[in-house]
Structures are given as structure tokens and as C-alpha cells.
């Protein structure tokens, strides 16, 4: 019997775990000041990574989801994007927010617990972090629509993780977004675990680009610690989406080097062998690797941008610190856009109603 | 002026929003060419084209979601949910992100989307058709709940969820879409939310209720005027948030009260009310509070459903009790 449909998924990487080039780069890779500002994201990313969990380890931060060893993910996409689109990020894309002008302070205040923090004000249209796995994915259709109505050249991206692909809410998005032929890239952060579960407990499908392939739009895999490769395939799928040929998927495959959360214990699930091993594959090692090997980086300037990153961290965490909690009757005040009657008495009511002490 | 039905009613007014706000974006399953399973959004299609009436795949949680994306964007997506209980799957979107953008982005993020939905039952419907579920949705903080009961509400509050800044989920009472015809004057008047409607003015006894209810209680204090007892009857309209004012006022008057709902028992909205009257209007009962519902059970197929459904006759017999008791 003929075949009716075939797929293949292909996968992108030009930079190996050891640093070296596997394939001939793309234009802007060629040019060392543009992927010295790429590492750069990625280093920022780790230096506010370490801090969270500093904070939250001396009771001075909230739960704390780390992107540590997926900050090519976040960096490669965020450097694809144009600051007029609009990111919907998972959780851990700190390294994408930081890159779209969300700041250091604003990121230690949402995790410290303080709804400031996604009051951004550089990206004032992206979303803030989508908590409930895998439900902002229909937000992105939306926010594409609005831009396809407008017929604006703007894109949204959105981003979500392993398991978020097991979720309703991601395979209706893949299919509407596919139907309506918004400009929309869906991103997998595939960092190989949602908290306890491998992604081989995930699905039986061999690739998590392939859900594309359901959906009818296009699907690929890139090396995820591959800032390179990313920010390639994020700015071939926003090209496609610009053109108005559609949604893409593209699934990044990385590691999370991290426990899940501050929370979690990931011991308690994985061997450290697999992590010590995934350690040799992390991104900014290679990416540094490379660098210095094209004579662009040297030790001098790996100390000054550590150096620099970290008093960046300091000085945000402690504007963080010293920040005042919101006023308790603030919780009243965005509810709505006006407050109703019904909920003025139950702030009045309230021991931090207007007139009360707090 | 010209007489139309509740669902006519709830199509004059999307097309009078759409008329005058380019803003206005209908969508849904079988809301584009086919005018939608009841015919809410007929017509839209050919007067404004497939960029602002979209046909949807079968995907309701998307719908919500698509909902929340275009309305951050500045739009004000008009979300149909064919019937009640294909909207659970959408509370999700509701409860996590609708009625939150706004907080948690201290406002820089907002939500003016409506979902409409037929609710409740008495329709001969087949199962998971009959649904009642405004409690689950009053609940949700952030979120508007709106359940029209005649045609120039259905009319005028349909304008309001519209053009209110926040997502109102605005329930339409699947039994009276068909049920009776009233004037209704397409001028774009919106009838205010928030504001619960005295539909019968009475000194005896309160009787609240809202959507479909609302014709069996109306009818209950006719006949019960008859009987020499005037009942004034409430349509709680918007049920959040909440006019408590009107239903306490109405109470201090009468002294005695009786909630009509259709929905279960225990949780219902009604229970809100009775709390609440309880709580601060208790001084003026001269009975202790009735409730008349549906029951603690899953909603009878059509055979039996009418036994599940509060009746004239059940509303009659709990206001006796209540004129009866010292």
C-alpha cells in the first residue's frame, strides 16, 4: 500500500558540546561581537540564577525555578526575537527576559512574591511566567491574531517545557495556531525532566517536535545548549511567521542541571552520574570553548564580565531588598478596573481596609 | 423598538458593539456561516467578514485562551461556548488568567473578554446540556458573572459585559431564549451591571432569583397576590459582584425571604445570599430563610427533569411556610 503522508524531523546543532563547529554557521555567528552579546545573555542568566538561590537558601526569596544549563534556550530565542514581538514565557526563561529589557530588580521581585515584578517596564506587552504548565499556549494564538488582524509584522513566541506537550492545552494551541495560520513560534524547552518524570515517561513519541507534524505545521529539533543553533531556528520560524506562512514548533533539546525548583530534591529521582554527564554539555562552557579558540575571549575578559554580572546581581538584589512590600489594601486595587461596591466594603471591612492600620 | 426574543435580543446587541467598536471580535464553534447552534451570531459573518466572526476548531479551552491573547492585545473578544457544560474546561483559562492578568501585572495587562454560554435546563436536552453552573464561576475572584432573564436585559447587560474593561462571563438562560417576546429598543443603551433589578414591588415576602427562575417565581407571586400575599421579586442580574444593597434594602422591607435557583443546593449562589442576609440583615427576618433549588443530584435526563426543576408550585409552598410561620 502507498504511503499517504511521511515526515521527517530534522535536527539543527553547529556548535558541539566540545566547542567546535559541526556545520557551516549562519551570517550572524560569523561575526564574534554578536556572539560575545549572546554570551554575555547567557553568563547575566547564570549570575541572577546563582543569586535567586543564594536568597532563597538565606530565607530572602520565594520558591525559585533555575535555568541553570538551559540558558541557551532562552538567550538564542529572545536574541531571535524583534522587541516589538511578544514573549510568553514558560518559567525559566529569566535569560530571554533579561535579554527583552525585563530587569535584574523586577525578576528578584516577582520570585521574592511581589507582583511588581511583572509589571515590566521595558517589554511592556510580553506576558509575565505562566505557572500552571502548558495553559498560556492558546494566549500566544491570540496575541498573533491580534497582530494578523492589525496586520502588524510582529510575532508572538511562546514557550513551554517537556511536559507542557502532554497538556490539552498545548496540542489544542498547535492545532488552532496551525488552522489560523497566525505568526506564532512555539518552543519546547526540553530539559529532559518534569520534576520526577524523564521525557521518555513523557510520551512514546521519539521527538517532541514531531506533535507539529499532527497539527500541520512545521517541526524541528535543535541542540538546545547550542545558543547558535537556537537563535537560527527561532529566527527561521519568526522569518516563516512574518512571511505569514504560519505557526512553527521547534523543540529544544537541553538539560536541567538543576533540581526543579528550590523545592525539590532531584536526587531523590536521577542519578548524578547522568547529571555530571550532562555537565559536559552545558552551554555557556562551549560556547566560551569556542571563543576563546577564535582568539574573540580571553581569561581577562571572562573575569571583567563575571565581575560585571555579579555586582549587576548584587545591586538588584539589594534595590529588591530594600523595597517596601506592597501596602496590604493594594491586593483591592487591580482586581478590577474600577473597584465594585461589593468589594470596597470588603475592603473597608478588611484590617488593611483604607482607613486601617495594616 | 421592535419585539424580539432573548436570543434575538443577545444578537442585536453583538451587532450593535460590533458596529461600534472595531475592537469587537466574535468567536466560536459554528458561529461564523452557521449563525451559531441557537443563532446568537447570525448575520455577523456577512456584515463583518471572517477577521472579526471566527469559526473555531472544536477546542473550547483554546477559545478561552485565544480569548485571553486577543484581549491583552487590546481586543474584545465576544467568546461563544455552545452550551454550559462544554465550558468547564475553560475555567481554567478563567480562574488562572483571565481574572489575574490584571493583578498580576499590577494592571499593565488586562482581560475584556466576555464568554457567553446557554446555561440551565427545562430544554429536553441531552446530558451535559442543562448545566447551571454560575457558582463555579462566581467564586473565581476577578471575574464578572451576568445572567440576563428577559430580552432588553439579555439586551442592554450583553452591551455592558462588552464594554466593561474586565472578563465577564455572561451566562444566557438556554430556556428562555425562544420564550417570550418584549420591546427592545436597539439605541445601545446598556443596562448597568452590578445592579440587581427589582422586577415586582411587594411588602410581604422577597423572593430572589436569576435567569430561567426568574418566570417561575414571577409567576409564583402572581398567584400568590391572589392569595393576598405580595411578594416582591428580585433578578440578582450581575451576581458578581454582588448588589447586596438592593436585596438587604428589599428584606428590611418584607422581613422575610426566599432564594430561586436552579442550580444544587450546597454551594449554590443562593447560599451567598441567605449568608448574607443572615449575616447583616438578620435583625429584620421575621421567618428564617428558604431556599428553593435544584437538588444534591446530577441533572435528570429530559424524562425526568421537570422533577428536579424548582416549580411555581414548590416557590408557592415555601412562601406559605415562611406567611405561616411564628
Not at chain 1, 506592597?326 to 473597608?348: C, G, N
Not at chain 2, 419585539?3 to 466574535?26: C, F, G, I, P, W
Not at chain 2, 499593565?108 to 457558582?135: D, F, K, W, Y
Request: aromatic letters at 6%; charged letters at 20%; hydrophobic letters at 45%.
Amino acid at each position: 500500500m502507498p504511503a499517504i503522508a511521511e515526515f521527517s524531523i530534522s535536527s539543527t546543532q553547529f556548535l558541539n558540546s566540545s566547542g567546535a563547529l559541526v556545520a557551516p554557521v549562519p551570517g550572524f555567528a560569523r561575526d564574534p561581537a554578536t556572539l560575545i552579546t549572546l554570551y554575555r545573555g547567557m553568563v547575566l542568566a547564570r549570575a541572577f540564577d546563582t543569586k535567586a538561590i543564594a536568597l532563597q537558601r538565606t530565607g530572602r526569596l520565594g520558591t525559585y525555578a533555575s535555568s541553570l544549563g538551559q540558558e541557551a534556550v532562552a538567550v538564542g530565542l529572545a536574541a531571535a526575537m524583534q522587541p516589538s514581538d511578544v514573549l510568553l514565557p514558560s518559567f525559566r526563561e529569566h535569560g530571554a527576559q533579561l535579554w527583552r529589557g525585563v530587569t535584574l530588580k523586577e525578576l528578584f521581585l516577582y520570585w521574592g512574591g511581589d507582583e511588581r515584578g511583572n509589571d515590566f517596564a521595558g517589554p511592556r506587552e510580553d506576558f509575565p511566567n505562566c505557572v500552571p504548565i502548558g495553559s498560556h499556549a492558546p494566549h500566544a494564538i491570540g496575541v498573533a491574531l491580534a497582530f494578523q488582524l492589525r496586520k502588524e509584522n510582529r510575532a508572538a513566541v511562546c514557550v513551554f517545557g517537556d511536559g507542557a506537550t502532554s497538556k490539552g492545552d498545548v496540542a489544542e494551541a498547535l492545532n488552532v495556531a496551525g488552522v489560523l495560520k497566525v505568526p506564532a513560534v512555539f518552543m519546547v524547552n526540553n530539559n529532559g525532566w518534569a520534576i520526577s518524570l524523564p521525557v521518555r515517561k513523557q510520551t512514546a513519541a521519539a521527538t517532541l517536535a514531531q506533535k507539529a507534524i499532527a497539527a500541520g505545521i512545521p517541526g524541528e529539533q535543535v541542540d538546545g545548549n547550542d545558543v547558535i543553533a537556537v537563535r537560527f531556528a527561532t529566527e527561521r520560524a519568526l522569518t516563516r511567521a512574518r512571511a505569514g506562512a504560519g505557526p512553527s514548533l521547534i523543540e529544544a533539546v537541553t538539560y536541567r542541571l538543576s533540581d526543579h525548583t528550590t523545592a525539590d530534591d532531584a536526587s531523590r529521582y536521577r542519578d548524578d552520574a547522568e547529571v555530571s554527564h550532562y555537565w559536559q554539555a552545558e552551554p555557556i562552557a562551549r560556547l566560551r570553548g569556542y571563543l576563546e579558540k577564535a582568539g574573540v575571549w580571553n581569561k581577562g575578559e571572562e573575569e571583567k564580565l563575571l565581575q560585571e554580572c555579579g555586582q549587576a546581581v548584587e545591586r538588584a538584589a539589594d534595590e529588591y531588598i530594600a523595597m517596601q512590600p506592597l501596602a496590604p489594601a493594594t491586593m483591592f486595587d487591580s482586581v478590577f478596573a474600577q473597584l465594585p461596591a461589593d468589594l470596597v466594603l470588603q475592603r473597608d471591612g478588611a484590617c488593611c481596609g483604607s482607613g486601617g492600620a495594616g | 423598538m421592535s419585539e424580539v426574543n432573548l436570543v434575538q435580543a443577545v444578537n442585536l446587541a453583538l451587532r450593535r458593539a460590533m458596529a461600534e467598536d472595531s475592537r469587537v471580535l466574535v468567536l466560536g464553534e459554528d458561529v461564523g456561516v452557521n449563525g451559531g447552534v441557537f443563532r446568537a451570531t447570525e448575520g455577523l459573518l456577512a456584515l463583518y467578514g471572517d477577521s472579526r466572526v471566527l469559526d473555531t476548531p472544536l477546542a473550547e479551552a483554546a477559545i478561552a485562551g485565544i480569548s485571553i491573547g486577543l484581549a491583552a492585545q487590546g481586543f474584545r473578544p465576544v467568546a461563544e461556548i455552545q452550551f454550559a457544560g462544554f465550558a468547564y474546561t475553560c475555567i481554567d483559562q478563567l480562574l488562572n488568567h483571565a481574572s489575574r492578568l490584571r493583578t498580576r501585572t499590577r494592571g499593565r495587562l488586562t482581560c475584556p473578554l466576555v464568554l457567553r454560554t446557554p446555561a440551565g435546563g427545562g430544554i429536553h436536552a441531552v446530558e451535559h446540556h442543562s448545566e447551571s453552573p454560575e457558582a463555579m464561576f462566581a467564586h473565581i475572584p476577578g471575574l464578572k458573572v451576568v445572567i440576563p432573564s428577559s430580552p432588553a436585559r439579555a439586551y442592554g447587560l450583553l452591551l455592558s459585559a462588552i464594554r466593561d474593561p474586565d472578563p465577564v462571563v455572561f451566562l444566557e438562560p438556554t430556556r428562555l431564549y425562544r420564550f417570550a417576546r418584549e420591546d427592545v429598543v436597539d439605541d445601545g443603551a446598556q443596562v448597568p451591571l452590578e445592579t440587581c433589578f427589582i422586577l415586582r414591588t411587594g411588602r410581604d415576602i422577597t423572593l430572589v432569583s436569576w435567569g430561567a427562575m426568574l418566570k417561575e417565581t414571577l409567576e409564583a407571586a402572581g398567584r400568590l397576590s391572589e392569595e393576598g400575599v405580595e411578594a416582591e421579586v428580585i433578578d440578582v442580574a450581575t451576581l458578581k459582584p454582588l448588589d447586596g444593597t438592593t436585596i438587604l434594602d428589599s428584606v428590611a422591607r418584607t422581613g422575610r425571604l426566599v432564594v430561586v435557583q436552579e442550580a444544587p443546593l450546597t454551594g449554590g449562589f443562593g447560599a451567598e445570599i441567605a449568608a448574607r442576609v443572615a449575616s447583616t440583615g438578620l435583625m429584620s427576618l421575621l421567618a428564617p430563610i428558604e431556599r428553593v433549588t435544584g437538588y444534591d443530584t446530577v441533572m435528570p435526563y429530559p424524562r425526568t427533569e421537570r422533577w428536579y426543576m424548582p416549580s411555581v408550585d414548590r416557590v408557592m409552598a415555601a412562601v406559605r411556610r415562611l406567611m405561616a410561620y411564628r
